[in-house]
């Protein structure tokens, strides 16, 4: 699809969620997380006015807050562009990662009900067909689901929308560490000895668990990143 028709079409869909500068920060930040908006692309005020048929206030408006994200990052030669993830901020993500989804085992452990534990290893299983197959992506969206159903068995409703966040940029990473040799199988793995510590109730084992398999995916994700680094 031609990606001013996407741009469009998202610019619509966030069109009743508040103001004019709302939709157009929603549309662009919805862009650049799917990977839609590439890093480096220019974010010019005036083509983005005329894309979406608006005047260049509310566009102006939309791109300090993205730059404020750090969705959003200045150029010196080229203006405002969609902005690039830095190893650093790989290592920032996974940081938060390891210590949200360690504390929701933990909580989990005490409060989950059998409910979650189906869902848990129901989510988990799609994953291991998912890898037979070479699915990645597929993985990789389920990878989200299982984390999501890990924080809502919690029953923290912030911890939940704290995860919720960090999901969101996750989503700007190239590739997922799932298409790395056997990163699925042992992503599986770990995903059952977090359940594993759930069903007998061990906080303990469930948190240390929950770091581990979020320590052994930034291991992967860095080798990935620098890999990519010496082939640039």
Not at 96 to 111: K, P, V, W, Y
Request: charged share 25%; glycine share 4%.
């Amino acid at each position: 699809m031609d990606t001013d028709l996407a741009m469009k079409r998202l610019y619509d869909r966030f069109g009743g969620n508040g103001s004019t500068a709302d939709a157009i920060h929603d549309a662009v930040s919805e862009g650049i997380l799917s990977r839609l908006l590439a890093p480096g692309r220019r974010l010019g005020e005036e083509r983005l006015a005329a894309l979406f048929s608006v005047s260049r206030t509310p566009v102006r408006e939309a791109l300090m807050r993205l730059e404020s994200e750090s969705l959003v990052s200045r150029n010196r030669r080229s203006g405002l562009v969609v902005a690039d993830v830095s190893a650093e901020q790989i290592l920032e993500v996974y940081a938060i990662r390891e210590a949200l989804d360690g504390l929701a085992a933990r909580q989990a452990a005490n409060f989950h009900s059998p409910v979650d534990i189906a869902a848990l290893e129901r989510i988990n299983d799609q994953m291991a067909h998912a890898a037979d197959e070479g699915a990645w992506a597929r993985m990789a969206t389920l990878n989200v689901e299982f984390h999501t159903a890990l924080a809502r068995a919690s029953r923290n409703e912030l911890l939940q929308r704290f995860i919720d966040q960090v999901h969101q940029a996750v989503r700007r990473f190239s590739r997922t560490t799932f298409a790395e040799p056997g990163r699925a199988e042992h992503a599986i793995d770990e995903h059952r000895a977090i359940i594993d510590a759930l069903r007998v109730q061990d906080p303990d084992a469930a948190e240390a668990a929950a770091r581990r398999h979020m320590h052994n995916a930034l291991s992967v994700r860095m080798t990935m990143t620098l890999d990519q680094t010496a082939e640039a």
